[in-house]
């Protein structure tokens, strides 16, 4: 059980709540955190059923989503603290939206649908910790679709990058074949290639075959507003 109550109150959705109902929710519940190695062995799927509420404590996971169509793979590192995918507990598609793998050793807390349901909702601050975190989601979601006029070809790449990146920081990378992206962004892969290029020159990315790491996606995104 945990009984390190500054490391809970420190977690996403958890700030504000009281000792005494956190001692409550770990007497009810038995809030166990879980150590887990570095592995290339998924921790979840893409798909798979969103039935628990999960906190990263300690360590970064690899996060990666695969579009529908096959066409392009994004890869982008969760660090701690950070709270999983919070939006996909409840509503229409209760599905996980990436696979996460541990890139290092990790310490996950987990807690089952059911026990959110039955004893965090009922606490006024984690409803409105939640609220807060599901708003911030869907305003930055919005944000991302919101149409914008786009009259070069690296405002089209940048809005790309905009809707298929919405929450990322850091490092992240983006694996498609060069057709593909000429194919979203409605330009020739001759103009793309260019453009990879002269953002690889910059700094701004690393170029390899059939994919581009972003060294910092907020920052390209931020300077080219």
């Not at 592995?39 to 509420?53: A, E, F, N, T, W």
């Not at 606490?123 to 009259?151: G, I, T, W």
């Not at 990058?161 to 892969?189: K, N, S, W």
């Amino acid at each position: 059980m945990v009984n390190d109550y500054a490391l809970l109150t420190h977690l996403p959705l958890l700030g504000g709540i009281s000792s005494t109902e956190l001692l409550g929710w770990e007497e009810a519940m038995r809030l166990d955190i879980d150590e887990l190695p570095a592995s290339k062995m998924p921790l979840i799927r893409q798909g798979d059923v969103c039935s628990q509420l999960l906190w990263l404590v300690e360590g970064e996971l690899l996060r990666e989503h695969q579009s529908a169509d096959g066409s392009y793979t994004t890869r982008s590192l969760l660090r701690r603290p950070a709270v999983i995918e919070a939006d996909r507990l409840f509503g229409l598609y209760p599905t996980y939206e990436h696979t996460y793998l541990a890139k290092t050793d990790v310490k996950v807390l987990n807690v089952g649908k059911a026990m959110v349901s039955n004893y965090m909702m009922k606490s006024e601050v984690f409803r409105f910790n939640l609220l807060n975190a599901l708003s911030a989601c869907a305003q930055k979601r919005k944000a991302a679709l919101r149409p914008y006029r786009l009259d070069t070809a690296e405002e089209r790449l940048l809005h790309f990058l905009r809707t298929v990146f919405p929450d990322c920081e850091g490092e992240t990378e983006l694996i498609i074949q060069m057709r593909h992206l000429a194919h979203y962004i409605g330009e020739t892969r001759l103009t793309i290639s260019r453009l990879l290029n002269r953002w690889h020159e910059e700094g701004n990315i690393r170029l390899g075959r059939g994919h581009f790491t972003i060294h910092d996606i907020g920052k390209l995104l931020n300077d080219n507003h």
